[in-house]
C-alpha cells in the first residue's frame, strides 16, 4: 500500500510557498511639488504564516499567549517527508514516521 | 429515461473503479484547488500581517500607523492564545473542542482527533497508521503466545 502526499495543485501551493516563505513590502513614496516636499508615505509591511512568523520572531498583536501547546508544536514538528503528516522531529529521525511507516522502526518496549 | 439509465449504470461503474483506486493508493478526497480550499487553508494555518507605515508631510511626521495584525480560523487562534474580543465566553463548550489536536485523515480526509487518528484509526473510513497497525500485531503477537 502507498500513501500518497496530497498533490500540490496550483493555488494550494502557490499560497504553501507565499505564507511559508513570508513576503515583505518595503515602500516608499514622495511626492515633491515645485522642489518642496510636499508628501512622504513609507510603509513596512511583512505577511507571512504563523510558523514562519515564530521562526523569524515577527511580532504579534499584544496579548498573544505564548504558552499553549500549540506554538511548542510549532517548534519541534515536523512533517514527513513521504505522506506529509507532522510529527515530534526527534521521533521522526529516530523512529520513522508512525503515520504512513516510512522508516519505522519504534523502540521494542 | 432509457438513456439516462444506462448513463447512471457507467457512472456508478465509473465511481467504484475510482473508489478501489483510492482504496491502493489512499488519496484524500479533498484537492485544495478551489477557492473556498485556499480560505480553508489560510484561516488554519493562520496570517500574520504587520506593518509600519509613517506620513509625512512637508518633511514633518503627521501620521504613524504600526499594525500587528493575526488572521486566523476561531480553531487555530484559540489554539495559539490569540486574544478575543472582551466579553467572549471561552468556557464553552465548542472552544474546549477546539483545543483538542485533530489532524486531517490521509485517506478520506476528515479531521479527527490526533490520537485516536494515530492510535487506533479514523473512526469515519477505518484508516490506520503505521503505528496502530504496528500496535494491533504486537498486540495479535501477544495473544497468540498466551
Known sequence: MVIVKPEETGLKELLDRILDKGVAVDASVRIDLSGVNLLGIKARTILSSFKTAEETGLDFPKGTEFSTPAWKDLATKKPCPVCGMESRREDLEEEGCPWCGWNYKPDER | MKRKAVLG???????MRDETMENTTLKPEKDYSGLADAIDRILDKGLVINADITIDVAGVELLGIKI????ASFETAAKYGLEFPTGTNLETAAWKEAMIEKEECPQCGKR???EELLNLACPWCGWESAKAKKRKRAKAGVKMEV
Do not use: H, I, P
Open chain 2, 9 to 15: 449504470a457507467a457512472g456508478t461503474t465509473n465511481q
Open chain 2, 68 to 71: 500587528r495584525a493575526a488572521l
Open chain 2, 112 to 114: 479527527v482527533e490526533r
